[in-house]
Antibody, heavy 122, light 107 residues
Framework: EVQLVESGGDLVPPGGSLRLSCAVS????????MIWVRQAPGKGLEWVSS????????EYVDSVKGRFTISRENSKNTLYLQMGRLRAEDTAIYYC???????????????WGQGTLVTVSS | DIQMTQSPSTLSASIGDRVTITCRAS??????LAWYQQRPGKAPKLLIQ???ILEDGVPSRFSGSGSETVFTLTVSSLQPDDAATYHC?????????FGQGTRLEIK
């Protein structure tokens, strides 16, 4: 059974930093592009970032460019999102997800984890 | 960026009803359109990819159609388990963008 389990969500003050992790079981993540999507309380879904299976290519939504960094450690079957210079508008549930193939051009969000809550507030 | 607009925002229907949700893209996304179901407090689940391909295990009462800029998700006979929010999303290029969601309520 495939499982994606996010962790690292917390209450953090504006301007602070946080690292989210996504531990994957039931598949080998090097075969898949991986994705972060967020959902602010009571709002819709927003794609945040994607990374290729090898980790050599990544993409970001404009609102997080220069503040967030996506990375992966395939040997540990784990995905990360390093978040910096956090703002109140970054408050959301952050979902880890997998695509259906390895390339950064594999953009289908095929399977989602349960999410971890990030709250940015003083 | 491609804007995705869903209608209606909220839909209330009875068991057995046929319901349709529409998703419009601000420019052509060809067939690269996905639909997700999100039950309250849960993660989204992929229902349909490439506008009309049903994922394994998804009940056949769900169907998708459309291309380029106009897409529809149809539930042929509404069941209690279908109460959820439905999201469309294009994956024709980056940035990936979602519609605002349609909340489907059972009367």
């Amino acid at each position: 059974e495939v499982q994606l389990v996010e962790s690292g969500g917390d209450l953090v003050p504006p301007g602070g930093s946080l690292r989210l992790s996504c531990a994957v079981s039931g598949l080998t993540i090097r075969n898949y592009a991986m994705i972060w999507v967020r959902q602010a309380p009571g709002k819709g879904l927003e794609w945040v970032s994607s990374i290729s299976g090898t980790g050599d290519r990544s993409e970001y939504v404009d609102s997080v460019k220069g503040r967030f960094t996506i990375s992966r450690e395939n040997s540990k079957n784990t995905l990360y999102l390093q978040m910096g210079r956090l703002r109140a508008e970054d408050t959301a549930i952050y979902y880890c997800a997998k695509s259906d193939c390895e390339s950064i051009d594999c953009k289908l969000i095929a399977f989602w984890g349960q999410g971890t809550l990030v709250t940015v507030s003083s | 960026d491609i804007q995705m607009t869903q209608s209606p925002s909220t839909l209330s229907a009875s068991i057995g009803d046929r319901v349709t949700i529409t998703c419009r893209a601000s420019q052509s996304v060809d067939k690269w359109l996905a639909w997700y179901q999100q039950r309250p407090g849960k993660a989204p689940k992929l229902l349909i990819q490439q506008a009309s391909i049903l994922e394994d295990g998804v009940p056949s009462r769900f169907s998708g159609s459309g291309s380029e800029t106009v897409f529809t998700l149809t539930v042929s006979s509404l069941q209690p388990d279908d109460a959820a929010t439905y999201h469309c999303q294009h994956y024709n290029g980056y940035p990936l963008t979602f519609g605002q969601g349609t909340r489907l309520e059972i009367k």
